[in-house]
């Protein structure tokens, strides 16, 4: 009986993968999204500098592993030859940064994790960023490993927003990369132990 | 129990197994607390959960050995308080290898300068 049923049933399979090709030769085009502009995102202290060293580390989403995976001189390197380090070059040695190679990648693992979304915030101007995960996360309304990490209005926050509004605002990306309590702290006594 | 918050070894030099023997070491939290630790004989430092408690992220502001030779972490870590997690041998793409304060290069000068060998 289950040999019959499997005939029957075979042959509308069949004749359904048959004209399957037909069906989909329509949609042989290419298929794009609406994103945020590469040219604001892959120069130096703008959003790709900013998730680099705010978020690529290797702790977080400088890991091969994560779904959205970051790359740079701060985490993760693209290149198998590179390692995972920044040196700013000095005499004969040669300077380590984050390579357009690397911005690229980083540009598309971050635009394709949710491309009809990030078409929709787009065709809205960014009203409502949220809309996109990785908003969600840093501005805390989601679970994230990492915490809340932004807050509506902040530097942080003002570079992604004005970054997927196509107008990308340099000088609070460069703000949020670097200008962090511990980056600015008085070098105080707190905490002195010897193990 | 002793926990640890942060915890991490450092080499006299690069890519020789070395411990960087009372290096100082600072780390300073996102609130702008810092720690200041000095590493035992094996080159090990680490903080404890009554000595300091990180707030997320934290950065190592410098390591200094006890010649004064200074380095500096430029990247932040985020959630990990193990710095072996990532600073592991060999460097490559995923890691910057082990702690070191004096890089190879730096040493082989500085014995050029000394007229010796590195």
Redesign the interface.
Known sequence: LKAIAARVLGIPAMVFLATLPAACSVAQGRIGIDAPPEDQFSVQNSVGDYLD???G????H???GRNLRIWGC???????K?????TIGSGT?QPRITTPDEYHATYRSLVGLEPAVMSEVMQSNAANPELLTFVRKARGLESH???RLITPGDDQDTCIVSWLQGNTDMMACGKAAFL???????????????? | VLTLTIGGTVYAQQDKPLPAVAAQVQIVDQSGHTANLTTNPAGNFFTTAATFQPVYPFRVAQVAGADGTKVNMFSVSNREGSCAMCHFSPASPISPGPVFVLSTTAAALRAQQQGGMP
Do not use: E, N, V
């Open positions: 060293h705010r978020c580390s290797l702790d977080c400088g890991q091969p701060f985490g993760m390197r693209l290149d198998p590179d390692i995972s380090s920044c040695a490993k990492g915490g962090y309590p511990m980056f600015l702290a008085p070098m105080g006594p707190d905490a002195s132990t010897s193990p």
